[in-house]
């Protein structure tokens, strides 16, 4: 079953520009790996200073082969230097409304997804 992956930047003040860079940098060959289905950055509309990337990946193997590919790793390496935090990203799987809704089942306990 695929996962969404979704994570929140804030970038120094001053680097707002350098990080917008390294994030449209890394967003074509990540959308060009064999097990994304959908990688989309993002920008605040009511804070031009705050971004996000939403993805989706076909399984763990996918999203933990794309941590290790040298675009992102070069990305994560930039951001250390660009970013007010380290990146944290939330694994999620959808569970109401829409396609792609999931279901208890195997993977899961009491509707949480397990690490």
């Known amino acids: 079953m695929s996962f969404h992956f979704i994570v ?14 390294e994030l449209l940098r890394v967003n074509g060959p990540s959308r060009a790996e064999p097990g994304c289905l959908s990688f989309e950055v993002f920008e ?35 951001a250390e230097t660009l970013l007010t935090h380290s990146v944290q990203g939330l694994r999620l799987r959808h569970i109401g409304g829409g396609a792609g809704a999931g279901r208890l089942g195997e993977g899961t306990r009491s509707g949480q997804q397990l690490a």
């Open 8 to 21: 929140r930047f804030e970038p120094l003040p001053g680097k707002e520009a350098a990080f917008r860079d």
């Open 44 to 78: 605040s509309l009511r804070d031009p200073s705050v971004f996000a990337v939403y993805s989706e990946w076909i399984d763990d193997a996918s999203f933990d082969l794309h941590a290790s590919l040298p675009h992102t790793v070069r990305f994560l390496a930039a």
